[in-house]
């Protein structure tokens, strides 16, 4: 079966990035010495999907970031959109989260990295996240791009672990319980 | 110096109740065999400041729960308003957060804690909070009353301790860097 997982960083007030899409106060407060586990959860995903607003922000970087095929989930961007060298690795699609997930699955893929806040929360409120990965920055942004929103139910967790760093970083993994 | 302490709980989406003040997401939670601090950290305070919506949902509450005197911050309520047997024990003050804690300061209080989101919010942005211990549960709600609101620049945080427990909270202490 097929299963989605979260690894992403917040302010302790929740926001994943400024408004206006800044996260220098994340970078700010990384210590690239420490091990953070992105590398060894990227090694178990087989494919990340991402919103266009994650997207937009990541399409310049090169050395392009990510050892896995993307796919972004957007209604407004085409083929045309993307850079040339880019063309091979990302893939676009408008589909549900529903939907998009049957096709992963159909493809054989198993484990999928569900990035960017709206996209979470459509995948929270479908069922379809398996795991999170979430580490807090100790700051208060008081407004920006929150991790979670509005759902129709309470959705309970299990916490499976707790890790904190001497950046002050926070990182909890919590299984969302079926 | 007389100084504000946090001792608070939150749904991992950063929310203290429901819209309707309900918490009983948190009390289901709580076990009650773990020692999660509070009778330590209240040995340590002179005295609690509360909003009137956290008076309101525990003044019914017998045996009154609060060791320490009680402060309501309310520009509604009138010692009319008390009950009774709490007329010794809670007093009123429709002062804001700086001239409250300057009339505790001069009875010789040194240390408040300050219960509440919108009296936390309040403290918090007129910087006269000096740590948070915060607890999350488990559970995402989607909405209802936040721990933390709007603020005029960010508040850089230091991260001092975690703990995790087998019941699944985690609990964070910060220092709030002046």
Redesign the interface.
Known sequence: MITGHVFIATS???FIAREDGDIA?LLERDDPAEDHGYDAFIQGIDIILMGRGSFEKMQAVRPWPYIRPVIVLSSSLTQDDLPEDLAAKVRLSDASPEEVMRMLQSEGHRRVYVDGGLVIQSF?RAGLIADMV?T?A??????GRS?????????????E??K?FPS???Q?R?RIVA
Chains 1, 2 share one sequence.
């Open positions: 302790l007030d929740g106060w929270l979430i807090r100790p700051v208060l942004l008081g407004e991790l979670f929103g509005s759902i129709a139910a309470d959705i309970p967790l299990l916490h672990e707790t904190s002050g970083l926070v909890s919590y």
